[in-house]
């Protein structure tokens, strides 16, 4: 059988090994912490740096074909790596989603709306663009931003920052101001595209954060049909115009007046794709395995209704009770050591069946 190499060894990492060897793959993952959640559920680790060049030749020279795991892949690195082997999704897709400005600006050149945004070098930047929206925004790091980290929000009022301690509070980091955006939801499409063009997506899942983590994703997510057609037309453009194989996760806000604004993508299989697992016959990790493996998609059609938990921190100490209600899959990354706002695992809750 082929071998796959996955870059990183996180959860994300390990669900896709697991879905690799249901397939009858093989895997090897790059990851320098030794005890990583993939490390028991992949064939082989390579224990090294992500950009080290001697551990990507060795990656390359045992796989068929390389994916990843998060975006924050040093591109000169992915660029020599796909020179070498098949790299899917390819760097062109890492360059345009690890940086928010680029990211933005590639989204609205292809027909994708988001909030307006700018350009932020310096406080007087900020301070005029600001201005411009009214007193309110988020600043937001271009680069290496999770789970709400490297943002500063100004709510147009007494509690703001000034311009200078905002940038400050990010460390003066490459950044963009963007309008804040009022939305009366949050939904997110999981798009597969394989090498032919084909694209499926899953149905969009409403997404609630708590302390700007993902907390619950839930299916349907009750927003209007021809809202959730529009957004899986928009995932397959962005999917189209990356010329993408693979899975990737787009989040939206959803406007009062039914528009939608693109958020942000992650070229890689999504927190609010892990529903899937439980509420559709190929979960999107499979879906990803199969793309860049060159098989068969599945339609991706949902077979329940359901709602996807995360467990933070100590929420891991309730997979026992979980465990005991015969409608929920739990699913647990096996981490070492459990910290406050650190992803453990989750759970998906089976609410009916449909369909
Ligand atoms: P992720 O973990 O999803 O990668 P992130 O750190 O990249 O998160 P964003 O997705 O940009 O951050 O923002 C996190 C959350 O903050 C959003 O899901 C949304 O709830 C809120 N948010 C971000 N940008 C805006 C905005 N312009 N207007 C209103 N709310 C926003
Ligand atoms: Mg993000
Ligand atoms: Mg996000």
């Not at 093989?26 to 064939?43: F, G, H, K, M």
């Not at 390579?46 to 020279?61: E, N, Q, R, T």
């Amino acid at each position: 059988g082929a071998t796959i190499g996955i870059i990183g060894g996180g959860q994300l990492g390990r669900m896709l090994a697991i879905a690799a060897s249901r397939l009858g793959f093989r895997t090897v993952v790059l990851e320098p912490q030794a005890d990583c959640p993939a490390a028991q559920l992949c064939n082989a680790q390579i224990v090294a740096a992500y950009d080290d060049k001697a551990a990507l030749a060795d990656l390359s020279g045992r796989c068929d074909v390389v994916t990843y795991e998060f975006e924050n892949i040093d591109l000169e690195a992915a660029r020599w790596l796909e020179s070498t082997v098949a790299l899917r999704p390819s760097s062109r897709a890492l360059e345009v989603a690890q940086d928010r400005l680029v990211e933005k600006t590639f989204l609205n050149d292809h027909g994708i709306p988001t909030v307006a945004f700018r350009d932020i070098g310096g406080a007087d930047d900020l301070a005029e663009a600001l201005r411009g929206f009214g007193g309110r925004g988020i600043l937001k790091t271009r680069r290496l931003g999770y789970d709400g980290k490297g943002q500063v929000r100004f709510r147009g009022d007494a509690t703001d920052p000034s311009p200078a301690e905002a940038l400050q509070e990010i460390c003066h980091a490459p950044a963009i101001l963007e309008e804040f955006a009022p939305f009366s939801a949050e939904i997110s499409v999981i798009a597969t595209r394989s090498g032919d063009g084909t694209t499926v997506c899953f149905d969009p899942a409403r997404n609630v954060h708590e302390n700007g983590i993902l907390a619950t994703s839930t299916l349907p997510s009750g927003v209007d049909a021809g809202i959730e057609s529009r957004a899986k037309d928009l995932a397959g453009m962005l999917a189209g115009a990356l010329a993408y194989v693979g899975t990737l996760g787009l989040e939206f806000f959803v406007m009062e007046d039914g528009s939608l604004r693109a958020n942000e993508f992650a070229p890689r299989v999504h927190n609010s794709g892990h529903w899937t697992e439980a509420a559709c016959t190929v979960s999107q990790f499979e879906q990803h395995i199969r793309a860049i493996a060159g098989w068969p998609l599945s339609s991706g059609t949902r077979h329940s209704d359901c709602v996807m938990h995360n467990l933070i921190g100590n929420d891991i100490a309730r997979v026992p009770d979980l465990a005991a209600d015969p409608d929920i899959l739990v699913h647990d990354y096996g981490k070492a050591e459990s910290r406050p706002g650190r992803k453990m695992g989750h759970f998906t809750r089976i609410v009916r069946r449909v369909g």
